[in-house]
């Protein structure tokens, strides 16, 4: 019996060999999937990994997952992040997103506006007068700041910014570590650890400093409140600002970078979104009404489409699951492609060509996207994401319309989050606002 004949014979789906799967995950992916449909299974950083994609796949994936899938996390992220949202499972899970989830979404939003455009404007002006020798790592720098402003109340240029710059950098490092017991062996882990106490003291202090001054224009004063009677199921407060901080920054400038990418490549669309951002700078509002702003969010759609940041998420089966007709036995590796469906033509024609009118044009649905994630363990910044990359290209096509002097990226990562791998200077074209 063949191999293949026997998984199957186990209930296992079929193994798809790629030679390389670094150099094109996407199109591994996508040839997965045609050749066996939504799950199949290929090696991913050397080990068996079984791969559901397709829209149909991950829905099915998400209606099964609670308590048959956790997330698979490396002892490496337990240790740096103790019980941060993403470490945590069953009620004590669903309890901690409940009280994160008012300060980072909904009637919050419009309150973090003024403190966004402070961090975005004054860059984007400085863009606009020397150009950016290297996009990603400006856009990186701003997503720190803006985050640090909303989730941390730290303004920009402050000594606390100095502080959090210095120590949140080492954390980051310490989290490239090598994932299992060799950790112990390296310098960087052991800096990430002494970097992650020095963080819990600087947000100790910035905690006291919400709630003496409480404000809505940072998240600190609601997430202090939100915890203040949270039972220890639900993991404290200093685990979950080190998750959103960690989970906001590679992914969030990631978007960005890229929706300033596309609006480069087709000045048609960012001469369009530029009337919107005008108007957006001189009331703010309107860039956290869903109704508004609907060329910068058909730009924003489209990029999560064709760049969505995260390649795979990864989970352990923890008892049996049913997937794409398989049975896939307890203790088994899964991974989704937060890009599944993305490249269906019948969903979305042309579906390596951005082309946002599709969204404006009623042709193609956030809903099927996935760039986010979904299920249980969906993305909870996503609101705060967008308000960011929003707030970005609006104060960015105030000042003019993107141009990438040297062309668009040639090479690309994949991971940690989809980016440039070399540099890719960009330049604002100012145009004359009529009188
Ligand atoms: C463009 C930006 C972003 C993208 C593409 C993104 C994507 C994702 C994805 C795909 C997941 C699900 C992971 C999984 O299934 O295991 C996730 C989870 C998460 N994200 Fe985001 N994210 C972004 C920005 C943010 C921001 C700004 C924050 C916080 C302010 C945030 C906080 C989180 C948290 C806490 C989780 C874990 C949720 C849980 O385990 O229940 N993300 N994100």
């Given at each position: 019996m063949s191999e293949q004949a026997a998984a199957a014979a186990c209930g296992l789906p079929p193994h798809h060999t790629v030679r390389s799967f670094d150099l094109d995950p996407l199109g591994a992916l996508e040839e997965g999937h045609r050749r066996h449909g939504p799950v199949f299974r290929m090696a991913v950083d050397g080990q068996e990994t079984v791969l559901v994609g397709t829209w149909a796949g991950l829905v099915e994936l998400f209606a099964g997952e609670r308590g048959c899938l956790e997330v698979l996390n490396t002892p490496l992220v337990h240790d740096l992040f103790g019980r941060a949202l993403f470490n945590l499972t069953g009620e004590g899970h669903a309890e901690a997103r409940r009280r994160l989830r008012p300060a980072l979404s909904g009637r919050a939003l419009p309150g973090y506006l003024p403190a966004l455009l402070e961090v975005t404007d004054p860059v984007a002006a400085r863009w606009a007068q020397h150009g950016v020798g290297d996009l990603y790592t400006e856009v990186?720098?701003?997503?720190?700041?803006?985050?640090?402003?909303?989730?941390?109340?730290?303004?920009?240029?402050?000594?606390?910014?100095?502080?959090?710059?210095?120590?949140?950098?080492?954390?980051?490092?310490?989290?490239?570590?090598?994932?299992?017991?060799?950790?112990?062996?390296?310098?960087?882990?052991?800096?990430?650890?002494?970097?992650?106490?020095?963080?819990?003291?600087?947000?100790?202090?910035?905690?006291?400093?919400?709630?003496?001054?409480?404000?809505?224009?940072?998240?600190?004063?609601?997430?202090?409140?939100?915890?203040?009677?949270?039972?220890?199921?639900?993991?404290?407060?200093?685990?979950?600002?080190?998750?959103?901080?960690?989970?906001?920054?590679?992914?969030?400038?990631?978007?960005?970078?890229?929706?300033?990418?596309?609006?480069?490549?087709?000045?048609?669309?960012?001469?369009?979104?530029?009337t919107e951002a005008h108007v957006a700078v001189a009331t703010p509002e309107v860039l956290a009404r869903r109704d508004a702003v609907p060329v910068l969010r058909a730009v924003l759609a489209e990029a999560q489409r064709l760049h969505s940041p995260n390649l795979l998420s990864l989970r352990e089966t923890v008892c049996?699951?049913?997937?794409?007709?398989?049975?896939?036995?307890?203790?088994?590796?899964?991974?989704?492609?937060?890009?599944?469906?993305?490249?269906?033509?019948?969903?979305?024609?042309?579906?390596?060509?951005?082309?946002?009118?599709?969204?404006?044009?009623g042709e193609a649905r956030g809903a099927r996207l996935w760039a986010f994630g979904g299920g249980a363990h969906a993305c909870l910044g996503r609101p705060l994401a967008e308000l960011m990359a929003l707030t970005v290209m609006a104060s960015v096509l105030h000042q003019g319309v993107p141009r990438l002097p040297g062309g668009p990226p040639s090479r690309i990562r994949y991971r940690p989050a989809k980016a440039p791998l070399t540099a890719v200077p960009l330049v604002l074209d100012r145009q004359e606002i009529a009188s």
């Amino acid at each position: 019996m063949s191999e293949q004949a026997a998984a199957a014979a186990c209930g296992l789906p079929p193994h798809h060999t790629v030679r390389s799967f670094d150099l094109d995950p996407l199109g591994a992916l996508e040839e997965g999937h045609r050749r066996h449909g939504p799950v199949f299974r290929m090696a991913v950083d050397g080990q068996e990994t079984v791969l559901v994609g397709t829209w149909a796949g991950l829905v099915e994936l998400f209606a099964g997952e609670r308590g048959c899938l956790e997330v698979l996390n490396t002892p490496l992220v337990h240790d740096l992040f103790g019980r941060a949202l993403f470490n945590l499972t069953g009620e004590g899970h669903a309890e901690a997103r409940r009280r994160l989830r008012p300060a980072l979404s909904g009637r919050a939003l419009p309150g973090y506006l003024p403190a966004l455009l402070e961090v975005t404007d004054p860059v984007a002006a400085r863009w606009a007068q020397h150009g950016v020798g290297d996009l990603y790592t400006e856009v990186r720098a701003l997503t720190g700041s803006l985050s640090a402003r909303v989730l941390l109340g730290i303004a920009p240029e402050t000594a606390d910014s100095a502080v959090f710059a210095a120590v949140f950098e080492p954390f980051v490092a310490g989290s490239g570590a090598p994932p299992g017991r060799d950790r112990f062996m390296t310098g960087r882990y052991w800096a990430g650890r002494a970097a992650r106490r020095r963080l819990y003291a600087l947000f100790t202090r910035r905690a006291a400093a919400a709630v003496a001054e409480p404000g809505t224009d940072s998240a600190l004063a609601g997430l202090v409140a939100a915890f203040a009677d949270a039972s220890q199921a639900v993991g404290p407060l200093p685990d979950h600002l080190l998750a959103l901080l960690i989970a906001a920054r590679e992914t969030t400038a990631s978007l960005i970078t890229w929706c300033l990418v596309e609006l480069a490549g087709n000045q048609q669309h960012a001469v369009l979104a530029q009337t919107e951002a005008h108007v957006a700078v001189a009331t703010p509002e309107v860039l956290a009404r869903r109704d508004a702003v609907p060329v910068l969010r058909a730009v924003l759609a489209e990029a999560q489409r064709l760049h969505s940041p995260n390649l795979l998420s990864l989970r352990e089966t923890v008892c049996p699951v049913d997937l794409g007709g398989y049975r896939i036995p307890a203790g088994t590796r899964v991974a989704y492609s937060t890009s599944a469906g993305h490249f269906d033509p019948e969903v979305f024609p042309q579906p390596h060509t951005f082309r946002p009118r599709r969204f404006l044009d009623g042709e193609a649905r956030g809903a099927r996207l996935w760039a986010f994630g979904g299920g249980a363990h969906a993305c909870l910044g996503r609101p705060l994401a967008e308000l960011m990359a929003l707030t970005v290209m609006a104060s960015v096509l105030h000042q003019g319309v993107p141009r990438l002097p040297g062309g668009p990226p040639s090479r690309i990562r994949y991971r940690p989050a989809k980016a440039p791998l070399t540099a890719v200077p960009l330049v604002l074209d100012r145009q004359e606002i009529a009188s």
